[in-house]
């Protein structure tokens, strides 16, 4: 009489990978798509990071007024201004690429330190994705 073959500890994790990737994946999909119906509703502060933007894009360098003698800082991040005048040069809508950048970075920081994690902790990405992408949903 023969006896059923039993499952392995790595069969285990193998399905349980695979439930955590495909859960992580639903996830991302879902907020993504919650994300993409809202409508888009500067705040003051953007519109002051689009005219930097609109400065530095047509060559007048980090300035409010285009006829400022010297550079100002009144800007929140020089990181936003610097990618938003990308957009200028290229023809984009600044509140469109705003929204573009905050979707991708959105999507990036979870998976890249649930990657790094997974490194770090020795334990299956998909694990570590679904554990980052739990934490950024509670935070």
């Known amino acids: 009489m023969r006896l059923p073959a039993t499952r392995h500890s790595g069969d285990s994790w193998t399905w349980i990978t695979r439930l955590a990737l ?18 888009a509703i500067p705040w003051d502060d953007h519109f002051i990071s689009y005219i930097y933007s609109r400065n530095l894009a047509t060559g007048h360098g980090l300035r409010y007024n285009a006829t400022d003698a010297s550079p100002t800082e009144g800007f929140s991040s020089l990181t936003h201004v610097v990618l938003v005048a990308a957009g200028y040069r290229l023809g984009l809508d600044p509140l469109l690429t705003t929204r573009v950048l905050s979707l991708l970075f959105f999507l990036l920081v979870p998976a ?18 679904l554990l980052t992408c739990a934490a950024q949903l509670l935070l």
């Open 22 to 39: 495909a859960a992580t994946a639903g996830y991302l999909l879902w907020l993504t798509a919650c994300l993409i119906g809202k409508p």
């Open 112 to 129: 890249t330190l649930g990657l790094s994690l997974a490194g770090l902790l020795h334990v299956p990405a998909s694990a570590a994705l």
